[in-house]
């Protein structure tokens, strides 16, 4: 199960620039579902799963990954737990898998 825990995520803050891309978001979702993250442009789908990816950390609150929490994981540490699909492999193989989907690139977009 990946558990959120009222996270929040604030970009280049107390800045003329500051955004706060998550502000304590919480979710749940069980093993073996397939969850697809929907939102206008900008709404933040990209930092969620960042965040649960580990690129950067959380500002607060917290992130279990089948019964740890990684919180304060580095990225790479979690990506013992977590796959990675580009966007035309993330389609291919969406009937397979419900691993997370990122871009090729690093980071999701
Ligand atoms: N690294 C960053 N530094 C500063 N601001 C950022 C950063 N990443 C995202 N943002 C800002 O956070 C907000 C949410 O961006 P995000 O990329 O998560 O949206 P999105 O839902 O993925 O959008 P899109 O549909 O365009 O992919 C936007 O205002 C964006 O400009
Ligand atoms: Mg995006």
């Known amino acids: 199960m990946l558990e959120l825990r009222q996270i929040s995520k604030t970009f280049n803050p107390d800045t003329i620039n500051e955004v706060r891309s998550?502000?304590?978001v919480s979710l749940s979702i069980e093993d073996g579902s397939f969850v697809t993250v929907?939102?206008?442009?900008?709404?933040?789908?990209?930092?969620?799963?960042?965040?649960?990816?580990?690129?950067?950390?959380?500002?607060?609150?917290?992130?279990?990954?089948?019964?740890?929490?990684?919180?304060?994981?580095?990225?790479?540490?979690?990506a013992s737990l977590i796959g990675s699909r580009s966007r035309s492999r993330c389609r291919q193989a969406s009937k397979q898998s419900t691993r997370w989907c990122r871009s090729a690139a690093g980071s999701a977009s």
């Open 22 to 24: 998550l502000r304590e």
């Open 38 to 78: 929907i939102g206008t442009n900008g709404s933040g789908k990209s930092t969620l799963l960042n965040a649960v990816a580990g690129t950067f950390f959380v500002d607060s609150g917290s992130i279990h990954l089948g019964g740890r929490e990684v919180t304060r994981w580095p990225e790479h540490r979690r």
